[in-house]
Every structure is written in C-alpha cells, then in structure tokens.
C-alpha cells in the first residue's frame, strides 16, 4: 500500500522532506516508478491490439519498451545540459520528473484501455481514433506533470534557466526516440498510422 501511495505522491508532484529525501529513497521511487510504467503501457499495449491475439501479446513488450527506451535515450544529454549550464540544484530533480511523467502517462493510458478495447470490437472506426487520442492525451498530461514535478522540487533561489533547459532537451530528444521506436515496434495499431513511418514519415508530410 505504501508503494501506490508514494507513487501517487510522486504524480501528484509532492516533495520528500528530511531524511525520507535521500538518494535511496529517490532510487526506490524512481525504480517503482518504472515498474509501475512497465505495467500501465503493456496493459494499453493488450488493448489497443486486442482485436488480434498476436498483436495484443507483442503488445505486452513493445508498449514499454518504447517508452522505457526513449525516456532512457533523453537522459544523458539532459544531464550533459544540466552539468553544462551549472545548475544548483540535483540532477535527481530531473530524473524524478521524468519518472512522475512517464508514470503519469502510462496510467491515463492504463485507465482508459477498457474504454480503448471496448471501442475496437464494437465500432468500425472509433478504436483507432479513440486509440489516438488517448495516446495524445497521455502526452500532454506528462508534458505538464513534468514541468510541476521538476519545478516544485528545485529550490526557489535556482534561475529558471537552469531548470527549463535542461527539460526542453529531455523532452525533446523523448519525443525524437518515441517516434523511432514507435517505427522500429510498429505494428502496434492495428491501423496503420503516421507514426509507423518515424520521423521521415512525419517530416514529408
């Protein structure tokens, strides 16, 4: 119980206080977190494939390993910039972020999946838009949980530079990598999508 709870704090944007602040106490939450993610994008991953076994059960390892590795692709050139830009506060702040988003995300995707299968096998085209779009609401919820996780946790003192150029970067190269995994795991729709042609298919258009 204590784990769903600190993993809501964690969404929620709540800051650790004393000693429950502690690189341990950031490394288990930012590990359960991850775990946590790993579920919630398998779980949408079944139901956005469910219209055909195969695909639903690919779904199970594509969904977050597009995810996990385009997250873990954005890390090193977020702490470069961090570093370069001499930052005061931890580099953890970031990465805590960063967990909150995906977290975050992946349960709106994880929530709505009932709603996402239901519509693949009883209408004849809202699935995939349905489909779509939570996947584009699950993004801007992240986009925003990202911003209040990482500012609520830097010290008021720290220049805003120094936060938000770090995070452009983050999430700029998240968004690049999504996209090319979404190719190299594509199908992961049962319809075709722009995405499935990465980012050529997106800049031709």
Known sequence: MSVI???????????????????????????????ATVVFAAIYGVAAGSTDMTLAMSNVYKMPMVIVLSA???????LLTWKLVGAKHKA???????ASANFTATLVLAVLAPVVALYYHTSGYLGGTLAMGTAALALITGLVILVRA??????????KRDVALPMLVLVGIQLATLIQFIYIASPILPEITVFDGGMDALVSN
């Open 72 to 78: 873990l692709s954005a890390i090193p050139a977020c």
């Open 150 to 159: 990482v500012f609520k946790r830097v010290p008021s003192n720290v220049r």
């Open 5 to 35: 709870t600190n993993l809501f704090n964690l969404a929620g944007g709540h800051t650790l206080e004393g000693e429950d602040d502690g690189p341990a106490k950031r490394g288990r939450l930012l590990i359960q977190a991850a775990i």
């Open 92 to 98: 953890s702040d970031l990465l805590m972020g960063l």
